[in-house]
């Protein structure tokens, strides 16, 4: 047998054990086995490659044990098979089981007595966030996936700095990647000499070895701000100026941050705590032990943690579960959709039982591979009488979910795979007419900065675009 028929050999018996692999490996759709499948086979070695360093999600063995003893340390806010008497929250009964949902989830219970405030826009939502730092008495946190050292990123960073000067216990963390540009700066250790305390989120190491101890892109795409307990921000801001710089043709970043006060502070507080006890040896456990008195009057609210390391599939399961659960009107805005079939299937059926269901997207995508793979799913949503709008007045970041005018979903999440399976999220899930009546008018206004979609439109598109279309969407399940 020359060495030509050995090396032939080998290489088919790898590929049977990826398959193998693939095949086996728990947690994975049909549609996704396949796609694999069919990339091993077709790219003999590019696609073995490919599916060992992108095909799982693998956190690495050390951080999911690291991880999961933080976990053990930390108190538990809520019963995880959520007790009856955490529900008696004033949420109605046929809202009800949205947030026992939610509690399957993160194991958090929803919390009543919080108020809240939409922020106008995101130059005010900086601007409130350091009115609040300088008003700090005991602790800062904040964690961002995208933190640059911009005009608004350095008005965040100098509040940080006045609040450690006078005593206040300041913790920053950002994601490795998404603010890597901050981290490398001066900016960063200009902070830490200034006595606030910072944490890198899944932090990268060497790019050469980091495939090997886990995916290299599975990132902290949470956004959180808890200031004194009782105060926190929750939306799709990062901490930079709407201009976003480092992607300035699509600006401006068009976002919505929701400022929250009461008892759901204490859960965005433990998400912090567990990613950062995770990256630092500091254990703030007992953070979590000072009791929040819920104010006079207020809703009901939830945090939704997700992430690799949390149940499979829970994010979208939070989605169909809302897109299910609307009687009325379902309004969506999110820059980034790639639905798995379960999803799409969810949405469809909705306008077809007469909800007026209602999806705006950016015009101008700054992913050109995942707007080409959202393009791909208008005709059937459009077949189903889901309206789609495109919003023309820049990126469209928020990611915003209303249901029949009384409930909101609103956070980091996309409704897109990266969200559902790699990036760690943090969404607050809330039950108030009011604050959601406020959301609505927010997303109005996208409306009326948006171009309707329509049927003829679509049908006029040339065969390459919907070929392109098509072919990215073919291979989302391997993205």
Known sequence: MDVATIAVLIHISIEILVIMRVILRPHRQPTSRLAWIVVVVTLPVLGILAYLLLGEVNIGRRRVARMQKVFERLPKLSCKICPEEAFQTQIPDKHDHLFRVGCSISGYSPVGGNTAQLMADSNATIDRMVEDIDSAEEHVHLLFYIW?????????????????????????????????TLIKSSFWNEMKAAGVHTAVALPIGNPLLRPFMGRIDLRNHRKIVVIDHSLTYCGSQNCADPEFLV???????VDAVIRFEGPVARQNQHLFISDWMTQVDEDLSALLETPIPPAEAGFPAQVIGTGPTVRFSAMPEMFESLIHSARRELVITTPYYVPDESMQDALCATAYRGVDTKIIFPARNDSRIVGAASHSYYEELLEAGVKIYEYEGGLLHTKSLTLDGEVTLIGSANMDRRSFDLNYENNILFYDSALTEKVRERQQEYLASSKEVTAEAVAAWSIARRFWNNTIAMLGPVL
């Open 247 to 253: 992607k300035p043709k699509y600006a401006p970043w």
């Open 148 to 180: 640059l050292p911009d005009h608004n990123g350095c008005k965040i960073m100098d509040a940080l700095k006045r609040a450690a000067a006078r005593g206040v216990k300041c913790r920053a963390m950002a994601d490795d990647l998404g603010s890597r």
